[in-house]
């Protein structure tokens, strides 16, 4: 009797496990990753200018909201005393003053990193002009890092020596100002500025008067150039504005009275010159 045996091949496609096949590693070369990293850099280095560009305009925009502020309150000053402008004086130039300077001017101490009035808000407070504003903060520029005694400077902001009538600071052939009924042109008349850290003391920049066709300029005192090479300023008419200069030295200097005969140079003095007073 015969019996149909079946058999299995133990190497039978019908019984063989199925064979997994692994995929490659996929993942970046060395030289791949150099270019990434490169191509990174670039664009950092592309965004980077812009992102300063960027941030400079809007502390630039604060910075004409300060000044403002500052030139309203001068206004409200002067429309409560009979047109009579908040006064300006050098007396604290060295010292920082005393309760009695800062009552009398516009705004007092000096920012000499020395003195304790570099971080004092007390000659800023009492002195003409606080209450109408009552704003600590306007009178540092938002780009403003110097500091004294580890701390911020309170003040960067000064005002022109044109409202500083009794001494003639200017020289005696040019105007000066106590009431703003004798401002022939409010609107081309500045009255607070940003100066430069390195000259800023008392409440006032000093302007060595400079005309057209000079051969060289004096700088007494320098603006900043906080706003990439340029300077807030306010004027008698009340607006404020940002003041490119063409000279980067010139509102960047190290040190008060310097003398150069840059063209550039005179140039931003000629017209920091016109902007302050004119010829009586």
Request: charged share 15%; proline share 6%.
């Amino acid at each position: 009797m015969l019996t149909n045996l079946t058999m299995t091949c133990p190497h039978s496609p019908q019984t063989a496990a199925p064979r997994v096949r692994r995929q490659p590693t996929v993942g970046f070369t060395l030289i791949e990753l150099l270019v990434v990293i490169a191509i990174i850099a670039i664009l950092a280095g592309m965004l980077l200018p812009a992102l300063s560009k960027a941030k400079a305009k809007a502390l630039g925009s604060k910075c004409m909201v300060n000044t403002k502020q500052l030139a309203m309150a001068w206004l409200m000053y002067a429309d409560d005393h009979d047109a009579r402008v908040a006064a300006v004086t050098i007396t604290d130039w060295n010292s920082g003053g005393n309760a009695g300077t800062w009552a009398a001017q516009w705004c007092g101490g000096t920012m000499i990193p020395a003195r304790t009035t570099a971080t004092n808000p007390v000659p800023i407070t009492t002195a003409q002009l606080f209450p109408y504003i009552k704003n600590l903060a306007i009178y540092r520029c938002p780009s403003d890092r110097s500091v004294a005694f580890g701390e911020p400077r309170v003040r960067s902001v000064a005002a022109s020596q044109a409202f500083y009538a009794s001494a003639q600071p200017l020289g005696a052939t040019y105007q000066h100002f106590t009431r703003t009924t004798q401002l022939g042109k409010p609107s081309d008349t500045w009255v607070f500025l940003d100066e430069n850290p390195n000259t800023i003391n008392d409440a006032s920049l000093g302007v060595s008067m400079t005309v057209s066709g000079a051969t060289s300029a004096t700088v007494i005192d320098s603006p900043a150039g906080y706003h990439l090479n340029a300077t807030g300023f306010s004027f008698a008419d009340g607006h404020s504005e940002i003041h490119r200069w063409q000279s980067r030295e010139f509102c960047n200097l190290l040190s008060a009275n310097y003398t150069s005969s840059d063209p550039s140079f005179i140039a931003d003095s000629i017209w920091l010159s016109s902007m302050t007073s004119q010829l009586k």
